[in-house]
C-alpha cells in the first residue's frame, strides 16, 4: 500500500505503500501512533512495516518468515493423530483379506512358517480393495460437513475436539472387532468392524478439514513487507512462502507420524495380533485432545460467522444468473467474460437485496475461492495412483521374496522418503529456486507432481510385469502365495522406486494443494476450501472402485499402467487448464481482506 501523502507514524512519514490505504486503516494507524503501542492484529496488517513497492516486488529476493512456536502444538497433534489413522489402517488389507491363521485366535503368525501372513476375515483381495477404498471414500467426504459445522456454527477449535471425540470412539470399536472372542466369527467382526470404520471416519474428516486451517492461522502476517539481512541485502518476506513453509513442516510431522505408525503395528499383528495393532494407535490418539485443550488459550481462533455459505451461494447465483448454455463451450465463454464479478460487487449495485451485507473485498475473495476449487478438480487422477501405496502395492508385496519383512511394512518408504526430503526442499531446493529468480508457482509444482505420481506407477507397472514373468504360478502370483507360499525371486525392495517417487510427487501436489487451499480461500471460509480439495480423495477412492475389477490377478499390470497414463493426462489436462493463474499468483495473495463476517446478526458472535 501506499499511504497518502502527510500520514506519519510515530512522527516520521509513513513508509512506502503498495495500495492507497482506506479511510478507516488511516485512522487505526493515527490511533496508534497516538497511543504509542499498537495491537497484534495491526502487527499481522503489516501497517508498521515497510511494504515493497511494485519494482521490489519484481526484483527483490523473497524468504519466509519465523514460524511461530504455538504452530508446533498443532503441528504435535497432527502428527498424533496421523499415528493412530495410518498405524490403524495399514493392517487392514491382511485383516480384511487374509484368513485367520492356523491355530491363531489373533490373526498373529508367531510360530509359523516363514512367508506367512497375518489375517482374520479371509474376504479376498477384492473386498479389501473395496473396503478401503470406501474408507478413504468416507474420511474425506466427511470433511465438507467438519467444514460447514465449523464455520457456520462451531468455530474450527470446537469442531475439532468434537471430532476426535469421535474418532476415539471409532478406534474403540475397531480394537472390540479384533479381540479373540469376536474376531473367531468373521461375520460379527466384519459388522463391528464396519462399523468402527464409519464412525472413525467421521472423526477423522471433521478433523482434517479444520486442523490445517488453524495451524496456518497462527501466523498473523498478511502482507509482503521489507525486511533487512545481516548482511545488509534487503529482501520481501512474503507470507504466502511462509504458509509454504508451515505446509511443508506440517506434511513433515504428518509423515513423521504416519511412519511411526507403520512401522509398529504391521510387527504388532505379527506377533501378538491385530488387537494390539489397534490398541496402539488408540493409546497415541488421546495425546490430541489432551495438547490442544492444554494450548488452547494461546491459540488465534476465528469464530464461526454463521450464514456464510447461504451469502456465498447466493452470490455465485448472482454472478451466474443468465450465463448458463445448453451448450457447455458457451457456458465457458461466459464465466470468463470480464467483469462478471465485478457487476456482483455491491458498490455496483444500486438496489441491493437484504441478504448483500458483504463488502466489495468479499467478492473477490469468493471468486479467489472458487479459482482455488476449479484448480483441485483434476486431483482425483493423483490421488488415484497415490493410492495404490495402501491397497494394490501392499497386496503386491506379499508376492515378492521378503525374507522376514512384513508385506505392510515395505509403504514406510513413502513417510521416510518425506522426512527426509521435506527439510532439503525447505531449506536448500525452494530458497535455490527464489535465489535465481525463478518462480515454481504453485500451479507448476502441483503439474509436476502429477508427472512424477505417473513416474511411481510406471515403475509399478514394470515390477509387476516381472513377478509374472518370475512367479512359479505365472499370472496367479497371488494365489501362489496365499495357498502355496511361494513368491517370486525378485526382492520386495525392487518396490523402493515406486513409493520414493510416489513422496516426491506429494510434496509438489499434495503439499501444495493445502497452501493453495489456504491462500486463496475467503478468511471465513478456509475449512471449506481445504475440505473440497480432500474430498478430491473421496472423488479418487470412488474412481479406484470402478477400477477394482483390474485389482486381481492376472489384471494387475493393467491396473498400473491405466493408473500411470490416467496420471501423466491429469497432470497435462491440469496444467493447461491452470497455467494462466501463474500471472495472477501475487496479485490473487495479496487480494484486500474483507470485513464481511457473516449475517448482520451474527457479527457480535464472530467478533
Known sequence: MTAPAGLEVD??????????????????????????????????????????????????????????????????????????????????ANFIKQKLPPGSTTGSIAG??????????????????????????WAYIMPLVGAYLAEEHFGRFRTIMYSLCAALIGHLILIISAIPPVIKNPNGAIACFIIGLIIMGVGTGGFKSNISPLIAEQY????????????????????????????????????????????????????????????????????????????????????????????????????????????????????????????AKPSNIANKPSWMTFDDAWVDEVRRGILACSVFLWYPLFWLAYNQGTTNLTVQAGTLARN???????????????????????????????????????????????????????????????????????????????????FSPISVWVQAPAYCL???????????????????APRNMRSLVTAFALFMNALSSALGQAMVGLSEDPLLEWNYGVTAVLAFLGGVGFWFTNRHIDAQEDDLNQLAEADFHGNTNDLEKAT
Open 11 to 92: 512522527g516520521r512519514e509513513s513508509p512506502k505503500y503498495a495500495s492507497a490505504l482506506d479511510e478507516k486503516e488511516i485512522s487505526a494507524v493515527q490511533a496508534i501512533a497516538a497511543n504509542g503501542a499498537h495491537d497484534s492484529d495491526d502487527d499481522a496488517t503489516g501497517l508498521r512495516k515497510e511494504l515493497p513497492t511494485d519494482e521490489e516486488v519484481a526484483t527483490l529476493r523473497r524468504v519466509a518468515d519465523h514460524l511461530p512456536w504455538i504452530a508446533f502444538s498443532i503441528a504435535f497433534v497432527e502428527l498424533c493423530e496421523r499415528f493412530s489413522y495410518y498405524g490403524t489402517t495399514v493392517v487392514f
Open 112 to 137: 509359523l512358517p516363514d512367508g506367512s501372513l497375518p489375517g482374520a476375515l479371509g474376504l479376498g483381495q477384492r473386498a479389501s480393495t473395496g473396503i478401503i477404498l470406501f474408507n478413504q471414500f
Open 220 to 343: 498473523r502476517e498478511s502482507q509482503m513487507y521489507i525486511r533487512t539481512e545481516k548482511s545488509g541485502e534487503r529482501v520481501i518476506v512474503d507470507p504466502a512462502a511462509t504458509v509454504a513453509r508451515i505446509f511443508m513442516w506440517f506434511y513433515l510431522m504428518i509423515n513423521v507420524g504416519s511412519l511411526a505408525g507403520q512401522l509398529v503395528t504391521p510387527f504388532a499383528e505379527q506377533k501378538v495380533g491385530f488387537w494390539l495393532s489397534f490398541v496402539l494407535p488408540t493409546v497415541m490418539f488421546c495425546f490430541c485432545p489432551a495438547v490442544l485443550f492444554f494450548c488452547r488459550k494461546r491459540y488465534h481462533l476465528t469464530k464461526p460467522g454463521g450464514s456464510i455459505y447461504y451469502k456465498a451461494i447466493k452470490l455465485i447465483g448472482l454472478v451466474t444468473k443468465g450465463k448458463w448454455s445448453l451448450n457447455p463451450f458457451q457456458t465457458s465463454r461466459n464465466f470468463k467474460q470480464p467483469g462478471i464479478w465485478d457487476a
Open 404 to 486: 522376514g519383512v512384513p508385506n505392510d511394512i515395505i509403504n514406510n518408504l513413502n513417510p521416510l522418503t518425506l522426512i527426509i526430503a521435506i527439510p532439503i526442499m525447505d531449506r536448500v531446493v525452494y530458497p535455490g529456486i527464489r535465489k535465481l529468480g525463478l518462480k515454481f508457482t504453485p500451479v507448476k509444482r502441483i503439474a509436476f507432481g502429477f508427472f512424477i505420481a505417473s513416474l511411481a506407477m510406471m515403475t509399478s507397472t514394470i515390477t509387476q510385469y516381472y513377478i509374472y514373468k518370475t512367479n512359479p504360478c505365472g499370472k496367479m502370483a497371488n494365489h501362489c502365495a496365499e495357498e502355496f507360499h511361494k
Open 502 to 520: 510416489g513422496g516426491i510427487s506429494e510434496i509438489f501436489a499434495s503439499v501444495t494443494s493445502l497452501e493453495f487451499s489456504f491462500t486463496k
